[in-house]
């Protein structure tokens, strides 16, 4: 099965982030640390044009530092600014602050010489969903306010959050819903919660994690389900693995279903411990094979 897309509701929210985006000087652009090409908008360019933007690699505390970091370099490679941050414990949030002030500093400097008092910078916040977007809002305002406005039917007027002297935030992110056409980035998207799970071929995704895990961190799955697997058994019979040690038969056979379950589960809950899914080696593989 193939993960679907809506496209008109896809067509809509960048739209809506269109709009907003014309009120402000900055973005930030939140992506999952553990799948940073993954979870970015590859249009984002299109989208966001002539603006300053910032990528911000949230959840950094779940994922696998070293693979990151090669993607903070590539992103960096390209010319983009990269923060690293955890909204959820409010870690390096000001960091983010003090590089958007950077960003325009040369602007302001322009505005300054021409006598004209420069107004303070205005921001917003857009990604995928579930990178952290509310958290993110929330945690550097100190108060619980982006989430009651993704409420359907709550229209609110839209605010500007003052972050300090400087510095305005509008309060509610943009929602992107990248578009895709390679699966892998589908079943990645799945597994940090960005698609929903009712319209996502499970089955493909634990498959796809089993996958990944035996390529990358093949001692953590060993590990959490005390099993012995190599990287080259097959993606089907590791399940069949993790099924006997976790599940009764059904009627002679694994119980598929509640394994496919656990697999996903535990990658949520970071049973695996540190974990970065987009592999880097793997990019310059195919960029290799592209080439040739
Ligand atoms: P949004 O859909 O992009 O607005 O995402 P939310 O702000 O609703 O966050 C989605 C989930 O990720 C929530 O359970 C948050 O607590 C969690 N979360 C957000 N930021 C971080 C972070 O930096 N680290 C961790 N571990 N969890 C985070």
């Known amino acids: 099965m193939v993960i679907q897309w809506f496209p008109g509701h896809m067509a809509k929210a960048t739209r809506e982030v269109k709009e907003k985006l014309k009120l402000v000087d900055i973005v930030f652009e939140l992506v999952d640390a553990r799948c940073p090409l993954s979870s970015h908008n590859m249009y984002l360019d299109e989208v966001v044009k002539d603006k300053k933007k910032i990528i911000i690699f949230n959840k950094i505390d779940l994922c696998d530092r070293a693979e990151t970091a090669k993607w903070k370099n590539y992103f960096e490679n390209k010319g983009y600014t990269v923060v690293y941050t955890?909204?959820?414990?409010?870690?390096?949030?000001?960091?983010?602050?003090?590089?958007?002030?950077e960003e325009l500093a040369e602007k302001i400097a322009r505005q300054v010489a021409k006598g004209i008092k420069p107004?303070?910078?205005?921001?917003?916040?857009?990604?995928?969903?579930?990178?952290?977007?509310?958290?993110?809002?929330?945690?550097?305002?100190?108060?619980?306010i982006a989430n009651t406005a993704n409420k359907p039917g709550v229209t609110k007027k839209q605010q500007?959050?003052?972050?300090?002297?400087d510095i305005e935030l509008l309060d509610t992110p943009g929602i992107l819903m990248p578009k895709f056409d390679n699966q892998e980035i589908g079943k990645k998207l799945s597994l940090i919660g960005s698609i929903k799970d009712d319209i996502t071929p499970l089955d493909d995704v634990s498959l796809y994690l089993i996958e990944l895990l035996k390529e990358n961190y093949l001692e953590n799955l060993n590990n959490l389900y005390k099993i012995n697997v190599n990287s080259d058994d097959e993606n089907v019979f590791i399940m069949e693995k993790v099924?006997?040690?976790?599940?009764?038969?059904?009627?002679?056979?694994?119980?598929?279903?509640?394994?496919?379950?656990?697999?996903?589960q535990d990658f949520r809950t970071q049973k695996f411990g540190l974990i970065t899914l987009d592999n880097y080696n793997f990019l310059l593989e195919n960029e290799e094979q592209n080439e040739n």
Not at 243 to 264: H, M, N, Q
Request: hydrophobic share 35%.
């Open 86 to 101: 955890d909204a959820k414990n409010s870690n390096n949030l000001n960091k983010v602050i003090d590089k958007a002030k």
């Open 119 to 144: 107004r303070a910078i205005r921001s917003m916040v857009i990604g995928v969903p579930n990178v952290g977007k509310s958290t993110f809002i929330n945690k550097l305002i100190k108060k619980n």
């Open 160 to 165: 500007w959050l003052k972050l300090n002297k």
């Open 243 to 264: 099924a006997e040690k976790r599940f009764k038969k059904i009627g002679g056979d694994y119980d598929y279903d509640s394994t496919i379950k656990l697999l996903i």
